[in-house]
């Protein structure tokens, strides 16, 4: 029912910035949590951010605290990265993911390479 399309990725150097976005469909946009995850090259997927669509409360991982916000825009259904201070580490495929509720998050987009050079 909800689809979601990461866009934004790209190649960076160590210290440049990237903006990602994540458009999702449906009219109950407002309504969703919403979340970033990433997967790195042979690893697991990690939590990264989330807003929420009460509130827009916002939770980070402790790895990208001070460097990147999470932030959403409901008239355009849509969800932001902004990742400041890039490093080598942060290379991965970033999703977005929205929930409806307080329990898993039951919808994912395709993701978005994120490479950062040293």
């Known amino acids: 029912q909800v689809q979601l399309v990461e866009s934004g990725g790209g190649l960076v150097q160590a210290g440049d910035s990237l903006r990602l976005s994540c458009a999702a469909s449906?009219?109950?946009?407002?309504?969703?949590?919403m979340g970033w995850f990433r997967r790195a090259p042979g690893k697991e997927r990690r939590f990264v951010a989330s807003?929420?669509?009460?509130?827009?409360?916002?939770v980070y991982a402790d790895f990208v605290k001070g460097r990147f916000t999470i932030s959403r825009d409901n008239a355009k259904n849509t969800v932001y990265l902004q990742m400041n201070s890039l490093k080598p580490e942060d290379t991965a495929v970033y999703y977005c993911?929205?929930?409806?509720?307080?329990?898993?998050?039951?919808?994912w987009g395709q993701g978005t390479q994120v490479t950062v050079s040293e």
């Open positions: 449906g009219h109950t946009f407002s309504l969703y949590r």
């Open positions: 993911a929205g929930s409806t509720s307080s329990g898993p998050y039951g919808y």
């Open positions: 807003i929420s669509g009460v509130s827009n409360s916002t």
